[in-house]
């Protein structure tokens, strides 16, 4: 997969590009702006037109020459203002390119732990987990304590990252390299974002690690409606799982758990079905089901279960563990070295 952006051909080592997707930030993004330090680069501010106007506001009080202000003509989530914002620092020469948000949560003197990372070689995004320090987490709203392990275990799923937490958390570091290869057009573009990154990042084979943060709340306002996205979460979630399965099990590889997951599944549907078929004939007819038949129904179910679990230990352990970025330079430092070597035979 591949986007329509291309990076410049010598992106400067160390050059960190700031992503703030703007929407009804008024109350808070000056100051954010302020607390960013000298080791960023470039600044992007992405005023998704917001009603409040917050990338006007920013660009009348604040003096910043690192400040770029971009402007969408409607609003398309903070997936889409990330995009954009991704878009603009690719083209202008950037390394990494880190997202916060402009409300005031996100602490702009952790950019360097989450860009450090990336530029070391050990990473090619980072994420925040504010579940790391337990003592911290008692800070945290109940709900959003409860909602952020459901989603975490539903992510873990469908983006492949077992060893991953809290991922819809906002703060995230991203190497250029990488974001290039992005389908831009096709990530979510609102709420879903963060998880559904994880699930393009996965099909890249991207290392993606957690950068430790604590959680800050003030009067920021949520746009989110638990509610009305639940169902939304639910099928997208279902959605990737089966595609990145696809795409890793069947299209790019094949491994003895590309054998095992389907001959678990069937094993313990049939057996299953099998067991109740005769349980529910047995219970209207009051004879006894024949002991053979349970233990065909019990065999079956548990050499599929065995056989989905070795699968599932399997997927935790595939965990992509060499950076894209450095794979991706070292392609290219090949290739050049083939065309010097062409050049030289002719």
Known sequence: MTSTVSAPD?????????????FRVRNHILDVLAAIGPEVW?????????????GDFAEQNCSDSRMRILR???????????????????????????????????????????????????ADYTKGNRFFDLEE??????????GNAALS??????????????????YTAIHADV????????????????????????TLRAVVIDIPMNAQYGDEVSNLKISK??????????????KRIFYNYYLRDLTMASIQLPIGLVLFICGLGYGV??????????????IGTVMLSALSILVGMQFLLTFLSYDIGNIPRRTLHSRLRLRKIRAEVGLLKKEDAE
């Open 10 to 22: 010598h992106c400067v080592p160390g050059r960190i590009a700031v992503v703030i997707p703007a």
């Open 229 to 242: 996205i639940i169902s939304e979460f639910i099928f997208k979630h279902s959605r990737n799982f089966l």
């Open 137 to 146: 987490i008692r800070s945290m709203p109940p709900i959003r304590l409860f």
């Open 72 to 122: 969408h003509a409607e609003n398309l989530g903070v997936g889409g203002a990330v995009m954009t914002g991704y878009q603009a620092a690719i083209r202008d020469g950037a390394e990494v390119i880190v997202k916060i948000d402009g409300d005031g949560q996100m602490d702009p003197s952790l950019i360097a732990n989450f860009a450090g990372p990336i530029l070391g070689g050990e």
């Open 277 to 290: 078929y005769h349980w529910s004939l047995a219970a209207e007819t009051g004879l006894p089901t024949p």
């Open 179 to 202: 974001a290039q290869h992005l389908p831009f057009k096709r990530i979510s573009q609102r709420y879903f974002f963060e998880t559904d990154m994880l699930f393009r990042l996965n």
């Open 153 to 170: 275990l539903m992510t873990k799923f469908s983006s492949g990252y077992w060893d991953l937490f809290d991922p819809t958390n906002g």
């Open 42 to 54: 470039r600044i992007y501010v992405i005023d998704d037109k917001c009603p409040d106007r917050s």
